[in-house]
């Protein structure tokens, strides 16, 4: 995750800046737009998703894809993407309606983030979970995936 417009930025701002594929021979890509302070995407509100497709194939890392984050002093977000190479577009426009955080979620989510891990109390279980796992996977190797199981018994 890539944070374009941080909290507390005046508005209206314009931020624009350069991805590029994941993968050999992609022929689009899905931009998602997220708002919360969590250094992890899923812990943050997901406000919108689109996708710029009919990008040519190309080797990972080659084409360039400019997304641009256009905030308006209304509080309306327009996030446009366009592929460098054929000039083809795509955008998404947000609205103060769309189902953005209430103030009471903003609050929570700074909080969370401001904490010293930056992880809610599951994920942070699930953090050192892994991180158990991680330690005895050569005795488990041909075992079913055994972080699963861990991550459903902390889970409750």
Do not use: W
Not at 111 to 119: I, L, T, W, Y
């Amino acid at each position: 995750m890539k944070v374009l417009i941080p909290r507390n930025t005046r508005v209206p701002k314009r931020k624009e800046e350069v991805f590029t594929t994941y993968h050999d021979n992609q022929t689009g890509v899905i931009i998602h737009v997220y708002e919360g302070e969590s250094r992890s995407a899923e812990d943050n509100n997901l406000l919108g998703k689109f996708e710029l497709s009919g990008i040519p194939r190309a080797p990972k890392g080659v084409l360039q894809i400019s997304v641009c984050f256009d905030m308006a002093a209304n509080g309306i977000l327009t996030v446009s993407a366009e592929d460098k190479t054929t000039g083809k577009t795509s955008q998404i426009t947000v609205t103060n309606d769309n189902g953005g955080l209430s103030k009471e979620e903003i609050e929570r989510m700074v909080r969370e983030a401001e904490s010293p891990c930056g992880f809610s109390g599951y994920r942070l279980q699930r953090l050192k979970c892994f991180t158990l796992d991680n330690r005895s996977r050569t005795a488990t190797l041909n075992a079913p995936d055994p972080i699963v199981p861990l991550q459903v018994e902390f889970g409750r």
